[in-house]
Antibody
Framework: EVQLVESGGGSVQPGGSLRLSCAASGFTFRNYWMSWVRQAPGKGLEWVANIKQDENERNYADSVKGRFTISGDNANNSLYLQMNSLRADDTAVYYC???????????WGQGALVTVSS | DIQMTQSPSSLSASVGDRITITCRASQSISSSLNWYQQRPGKAPKLLIYDASSLQHGVPSRFIGTGYGTDFTLIITSLQPEDFATYYCHQSSRTPQTFGQGTKLDIK
């Protein structure tokens, strides 16, 4: 069974850092585009970043470029999102997703809540 | 960036109704358009990919049409479990972008 499980969410002060992890199982991690998508409380979905491990390619939304880093560990089938210089508007549920080979995000984690507040 | 504009932003309907949600892209995205359903407190669920392909396990009452810039999601004969929020999503160009969502509730 294909499964994604996020961890590492929590509360942090503005300017602080947090690292999200996503444990993947049931598929070969490096063969897929993996993304982080976030959703602020009561708001819509926002794509944050994606990575294709076997092509060493990664992309970021302008809103997080230079502050967030997406990475992966093929040996452990894990995806990460290192978030630095966090701001109040980064407060959201962060979802780890796997892109289907045919388009769209077919697999989602349960989400990890990140709250940035003083 | 490609802007995705969904309409309506909210919709009230009854069980058994047929409803249509539209999504317009600010530039052509071919058929790289996906639709999701999200229930409160849950992760989104992929319904339609590549504009008109039904994701495995999704009921056939969900229909996606369109190409280029104009797309529609049709739900024929609404069921109680269909009342949720729906999002379109373009995967043609980076950054990938979502519509603002359509909240479907019971009339």
């Amino acid at each position: 069974e294909v499964q994604l499980v996020e961890s590492g969410g929590g509360s942090v002060q503005p300017g602080g850092s947090l690292r999200l992890s996503c444990a993947a199982s049931g598929f070969t991690f490096r063969n897929y585009w993996m993304s982080w998508v976030r959703q602020a409380p009561g708001k819509g979905l926002e794509w944050v970043a994606n990575i294709k491990q076997d092509e060493n390619e990664r992309n970021y939304a302008d809103s997080v470029k230079g502050r967030f880093t997406i990475s992966g560990d093929n040996a452990n089938n894990s995806l990460y999102l290192q978030m630095n210089s966090l701001r109040a508007d980064d407060t959201a549920v962060y979802y780890c997703t796997r892109e289907s080979l045919y388009g769209g995000y077919a697999t989602w984690g349960q989400g990890a809540l990140v709250t940035v507040s003083s | 960036d490609i802007q995705m504009t969904q309409s309506p932003s909210s919709l009230s309907a009854s069980v058994g109704d047929r409803i249509t949600i539209t999504c317009r892209a600010s530039q052509s995205i071919s058929s790289s358009l996906n639709w999701y359903q999200q229930r409160p407190g849950k992760a989104p669920k992929l319904l339609i990919y590549d504009a008109s392909s039904l994701q495995h396990g999704v009921p056939s009452r969900f229909i996606g049409t369109g190409y280029g810039t104009d797309f529609t999601l049709i739900i024929t004969s609404l069921q109680p479990e269909d009342f949720a929020t729906y999002y379109c999503h373009q995967s043609s160009r980076t950054p990938q972008t979502f519509g603002q969502g359509t909240k479907l509730d019971i009339k």
